[in-house]
């Protein structure tokens, strides 16, 4: 079966399945000695799920699940999913096939929705590993079913329906007929409708009440089929919504959900640096590449073992909302010159010498950094912070 481009998609396909088998062989592995460690990640397992448990205990009826797509935001799919699984959470959501197959060989007993939807030709593999498919697409829709009845099965789906992002999912008219159409909804089980928000993070923005006003109209087409329409932002937003699923991500993670508002989460992520060496540097001289910053008189520079190919942008150094900074030796020390690909130089001129030392550790974020700081001066978002760190660290999983 040849694409448009020419490929074969049942070559690629096969391919991909043989290089997964061996896939950890093409990485360096990050040491587990903290000593010999470039940075160190530690997740607090804890504050997971003191953040799930709190978004919980708030709804007033929806059950809630975890988003833990692309390696849980970042910070290892399987040790979140293992603590929330611990914690009471039974449903999870990915975003491609892959991520469901590891949690379910994992937890064979979660709930796992894949939200890119169904491939062309895979339905059966979603049905081998017990995924249930995110349907995003009358097609997709059409050719579940058709697995479905051609098996005499009823396996369980999601339909998404999009109202108003122009993002995934069926149209409002879709959906109308959809609810009508006893000959395909008589194939599968509806377990979810859902339906995405795209401005959940500014909860007064008018564009959310429009959306949810129209996922009202179409679910009440649908009266025995569960719901769910909120993200974290709408989860802390509005408890009280009676649907039956709420779909948090960002917030279990400790970013802030909210644009517009201070941070309700407890910070789960701890990345930090080592301190390689304290250098002098004398008025005027540069420190980097390109040379672009200068000494404006004497200081003291501690270079750091973290560049950006272990997610720490580039271009934080030059923020024009910095100065960008550090937390070292109990002192915020701001970020001097270009970030390196495997190190970083901060400026701890104030700092008094005898505080500093080589091997010392030094906090990118955390509790005194915070992951919406540093994505601030990155000019993006704690998302995209969380799932761009790298693989070269070592990850610690604490519990306090
Ligand atoms: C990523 C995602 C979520 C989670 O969003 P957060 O803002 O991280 O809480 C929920 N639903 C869908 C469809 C998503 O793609």
């Known amino acids: ?22 896939r950890t062989s093409w990485q360096t592995s990050p040491t587990e000695d903290p000593a010999l460690a470039g940075g160190i990640l530690d997740i607090n397992l804890k504050a997971l799920t003191d953040n799930w448990r709190h978004i919980r205990d708030m ?70 590993h017990d995924l249930i498919p995110v349907l995003n ?23 998404h329906v999009d109202t108003g992002m122009n993002r995934l999912g069926l149209d409002a008219d879709e959906a109308r007929r959809l609810a009508g159409h006893e000959g395909l909804l008589r194939n599968f089980r509806l377990s979810l409708l859902m339906s995405h928000l795209a401005c959940a993070d500014m909860p007064g ?76 540097v004398k008025r005027g001289e540069s420190v980097g590449y390109g040379a672009t910053w200068k000494a404006k008189e004497d200081s003291r520079i501690a270079i750091l073992g973290l560049g950006y190919a272990d997610g720490l942008f580039r271009c934080i150094a030059d923020a024009r909302s910095g100065p960008a900074h550090v937390y070292v030796a109990g002192q915020f020390a701001p970020y001097v010159g270009r970030i390196s690909m495997d190190l970083a130089a901060v400026d701890v001129s104030a700092i008094p010498p005898q505080s500093l030392e080589r091997g010392m550790r030094a906090e990118i974020m955390g509790p005194h950094v915070g992951v919406d700081e540093l994505a601030h001066w990155a000019g993006t978002i704690s998302y995209e912070i969380l799932t761009s760190l790298g693989p070269r660290f070592t990850r610690l999983y604490t519990a306090s």
């Open 205 to 280: 923005h008018e564009m959310n009440r429009r959306q949810k006003a129209l996922f009202d109209e179409i679910r009440a087409l649908f009266p025995s089929v569960p719901t769910s329409l909120a993200n974290s932002a709408a989860a802390l937003a509005w408890p009280d919504w009676d649907h039956e699923l709420a779909r948090p991500g960002i917030a279990l993670y400790g970013g802030n959900p909210f644009s517009d508002r201070p941070n309700p989460m407890r910070p789960v992520v701890t990345l930090y640096a080592t301190v390689l060496q304290v250098r002098e």
């Open 59 to 128: 709804q007033s009826t929806a059950r809630v699940a975890a988003v833990v797509k692309a390696n849980a935001y970042g910070l290892g799919l399987l040790p979140v999913a293992d603590a929330l699984w611990a914690e009471g959470c039974r449903s999870f959501f990915v975003a491609l096939p892959q991520e469901g197959e590891d949690l379910k060989a994992h937890l064979p007993q979660a709930e796992v929705y894949v939200l890119s939807g169904l491939p062309r030709g895979e339905a059966g593999h979603f049905h081998e």
């Open 1 to 22: 079966m040849l694409d448009r481009k020419g490929h074969d998609a049942r070559l690629l396909a096969s391919a991909s399945r043989a290089q997964r088998r061996d």
């Open 137 to 159: 697409s009358w097609e997709e829709i059409e050719e579940w079913a058709a697995y479905n009845a051609r098996h005499e099965l009823r396996l369980p789906a999601a339909v």
